[in-house]
């Protein structure tokens, strides 16, 4: 019988299930005791940043009360969950799965186990849930996936997003009449009603300033779009006459030539577009690479050359010595 316990995780469930929960319900009311008194404090601060007209302090400490004040709402409802679960352990041992009406209590102290780092005696009972109903079902708790019952309320009592301005200002005003200060809220309404700025596109668009490439293309475009001069000058375009019947073969011939001359003559730079202003970069500094490759080679033919001529001019040294 006792190695049938084991396989189940029967008796080792149930002693130590019920020693980590007695454990936590007295942790967590000693826990809720400690910040009562921390609460009274802090609201007290905060009734004395009111009153000395430190508003912007205010408003930070506030936050730190609303989560101390969560936290305490949460270990309520978790001091309950434990209660409950603590006197329905022998179910817990009697059933392989976890009973229907102890989910919801099961899945909250998973859920809160890990942060609620005051109470280490919840991550052990986790660890022991783990133990009998698995992994997938400590990892559906934990992430909140839809088909787990972990209690809303100690969601959002447990959730690290920032308390809305609304809930801020009524805990403030709250404070005011606790402590019997005179406080004018309108300059915190203001100042909460204000929207953040977005961080990332900024409060302000940037004025993007051109880049000199872009200058460089658009006054070669303007200098290539207008009209190009004459190669004659100021001279005015002559205009030819139609050609008559007795000279038309001559008219033909010199038309012929005068477009065979303009096709042959060389035209104005600024009619000359570079459609690739980068091509024509790359282009300049191939070039540039090939003159330089050119004159280390006319170097180098050079050198071997006076070498050879001094390997010839040697011999016929020695022959007129000898």
Not at 35 to 42: A, E, G, K, P, S
Not at 223 to 244: E, F, K
């Amino acid at each position: 019988m006792s190695m049938l316990n084991q396989l189940f995780n029967r008796g080792l469930l149930g002693a130590k299930c019920k020693t980590c929960l007695t454990l936590a319900i007295s942790r967590i009311k000693l826990l809720q005791n400690k910040r009562d008194v921390q609460l009274r404090l802090m609201r007290k601060e905060i009734a004395e940043f009111l009153q000395a007209g430190q508003e912007a302090i205010a408003r930070i400490r506030v936050e730190h009360v609303i989560r101390e004040q969560n936290t305490w709402e949460a270990y309520e409802i978790l001091e309950l969950f434990c209660e409950f679960v603590l006197a329905r352990v022998p179910i817990l041992e009697s059933q392989r799965e976890c009973p229907t009406e102890l989910r919801e209590a099961v899945a909250s102290i998973i859920f809160s186990a890990p942060r609620c780092s005051d109470l280490p005696d919840l991550l052990q009972v986790r660890n022991l849930f783990a133990a009998k109903y698995g992994k997938e079902f400590i990892a559906a708790a934990s992430e909140l996936r839809p088909d787990t019952s972990v209690n809303r309320t100690i969601i959002e009592k447990l959730s690290v997003i920032a308390p809305p301005t609304d809930v801020k200002l009524n805990i403030l005003k709250a404070i005011a009449l606790e402590h019997n200060v005179n406080w004018d809220s309108t300059k915190t309404e203001q100042e909460f009603s204000k929207k953040p700025e977005d961080l990332l596109n900024g409060p302000k668009q940037i004025a993007v300033q051109p880049r000199p490439e872009l200058e460089v293309r658009k006054s070669l475009s303007t200098i290539t779009d207008q009209p190009a001069p004459s190669l004659h000058g100021n001279r005015p375009a002559r205009h030819l006459q139609p050609p008559t019947s007795h000279n038309s073969t001559s008219y033909v011939e010199t038309r012929r030539a005068e477009s065979s001359a303009r096709e042959q003559s060389p035209k104005p730079i600024n009619e000359i577009k570079d459609p690739n202003p980068q091509s024509s970069d790359d282009t300049l500094q191939k070039a540039r690479t090939a003159i330089t490759a050119a004159e280390r080679a006319s170097a180098a033919a050079r050198a071997a050359a006076e070498l050879v001529n001094a390997r010839f001019s040697s011999p016929k040294q020695d022959e007129q010595k000898i």
